[in-house]
């Protein structure tokens, strides 16, 4: 077992996933003794998850040889000894999971932090004993629960008073056997922007997850939320905005703008905080005016535009759910509509566009990005933003065209190179842009992840794209 301590508390790793052994601080005198249970800051500290407890149940044992379970709930808890002794036992009942077994002594300086789908028991060891269960949810009768035969010889727990001598209530004698007992299901991943180029490349990684878009769950109405049971959902991650970047110059779409990518945000980290959900927002280099030479995490807002406006707002949103990434993007390549299959359609053509030459950026190609949020979220890296793109030098858009047109085998002059100004002269309704996309990636590289370079997945892209046809 891996133990982690601070000057009161330390907390052991065991064979099951989760299951954490919390060894707590007592504080003895000739009145008796004195101990913390429950410590938010430090326990978290030492890498206990934040469960959100909202309710706290005891039971008291008149005697001696009172065993329980073996329970298996939807819910993580914190179990603990108030008074007396008792023998604990735990079996892995997640689906997915090998069926381990772990037991152990408790007594008021020992806890267990029990998580969802891993079934739960005691045994008493002395008269009188107190047995408090911290949970993060109320019982429903819907919920999904399951039970497991104590004594059950493939189980195995050695429980330190034989069964005869136990004293079992009737209907935990009638749980079933190992195996005959229903599993807990994994909970699930709620995606939204299903559809888009994220959405799809997010399929890759989270096959257990529901993909939602405007169709199916409108984001922006606080009616669609009420129709979920968000219980059944550990992480959000939203793909979906409004990024027509002119469009939201409109009188309908500056609407539109800022209800997906603000108002649908705040109702997004709102459910996600009051169901103690991991929410994960893609943002956008828009949110800066480009004046920068690189993007970080820590700069201030300064969007130019009505879509960055929104974002920027979305960005602050999120921040209100306590447990959440902002991956923050630019540049996106994936599937569907996007700048490297439009140019390649033009060059087909033998069309001879015009770019612009002064905005600065790199590529993000979607997988990529999927991959940095499973990431984030596999390796449970420090909650707050990061910057992702894919790495490689900084360019501009008229020189990922000129690539397309040499990867089509047409002469990069094909391309014609202008300014912002002069690609918008005389247009109306335009929104400004930032000039400089770059943004800095020191952040998420020290987490262990390196962004491939954009060169290397261009030509794998174009491949892809050139064997479709």
Not at 93 to 98: D, I, K, L, Y
Not at 161 to 179: A, F, G, M, R, T
Request: proline content about 4%; aromatic content about 12%.
């Amino acid at each position: 077992m891996k133990k982690l301590k601070n000057k009161d508390f330390s907390i052991e790793q065991t064979a099951i996933t989760g299951l954490l052994i919390i060894h707590l601080p007592v504080q003895y005198d000739s009145r008796g003794w004195f101990k913390e249970n429950w410590q938010k800051d430090k326990m978290l500290h030492l890498g206990l998850p934040d469960f959100n407890p909202i309710q706290n149940n005891i039971s008291f044992n008149d005697k001696k040889g009172t065993t329980r379970g073996i329970h298996v709930e939807p819910w993580d808890k914190l179990v603990s000894v108030a008074s007396g002794k008792v023998f604990g036992g735990w079996v892995d009942m997640r689906e997915g999971n090998e069926r381990k077994v772990v037991s152990l002594e408790l007594n008021e300086s020992t806890a267990v932090f029990v998580p969802r789908g891993v079934g739960n028991s005691y045994q008493t060891l002395e008269d009188k004993t107190v047995y408090s269960y911290l949970v993060n949810e109320h019982w429903r009768p819907d919920g999904e629960y399951s039970s497991v035969n104590l004594f059950d010889k493939e189980i195995g727990i050695p429980w330190p008073i034989p069964e005869e001598e136990s004293i079992v209530s009737d209907k935990d004698k009638q749980n079933p056997i190992l195996k005959n007992a229903s599993l807990i299901k994994k909970k699930k991943v709620f995606v939204t922007g299903g559809k888009g180029q994220l959405g799809n490349a997010l399929k890759k990684y989270y096959e257990n997850a529901d993909f939602f878009d405007i169709d199916t769950f409108d984001i922006t109405s606080p009616k669609s939320y009420k129709n979920i049971d968000w219980r059944n959902y550990e992480l959000i991650i939203n793909a979906a905005a409004y990024t027509d970047v002119d469009g939201a110059e409109t009188n309908r779409g500056r609407k539109i703008a800022w209800e997906v990518n603000a108002s649908a945000v705040m109702l997004l980290s709102k459910t996600a905080r009051e169901n103690n959900i991991t929410l994960i927002h893609v943002s956008s280099d828009y949110v800066f005016d480009g004046t920068a030479k690189d993007h970080d995490e820590e700069e201030n807002f300064s969007p130019l535009s009505v879509y960055g406006e929104s974002k920027a707002a979305g960005d602050i949103a999120v921040q209100l759910a306590p447990k959440h990434y902002i991956v923050r993007t630019s540049w996106v390549v994936g599937e569907g509509k996007n700048f490297i299959k439009t140019m390649r359609e033009l060059a087909l053509k033998k069309i001879k566009p015009t770019v612009v030459d002064d905005q600065f950026g790199r590529l993000t190609f979607a997988d990529d990005l999927a991959n940095a949020i499973y990431y984030l979220v596999n390796n449970k890296c420090e909650y707050g933003i990061y910057n992702f793109t894919n790495d490689g030098p900084i360019m501009a858009w008229s020189d990922i065209a000129k690539l397309v047109y040499e990867k089509m085998n047409l002469s990069p002059s094909y391309v014609k190179s202008v300014s912002t100004q002069e690609y918008y002269s005389g247009k109306s309704g335009i929104a400004p842009r930032p000039l400089n996309g770059q943004l800095k990636l020191d952040k998420i590289i020290k987490t262990g992840l390196t962004p491939r370079d954009w060169q290397i997945v261009f030509d794998e892209y174009f491949k892809k794209l050139k064997e479709k046809k």
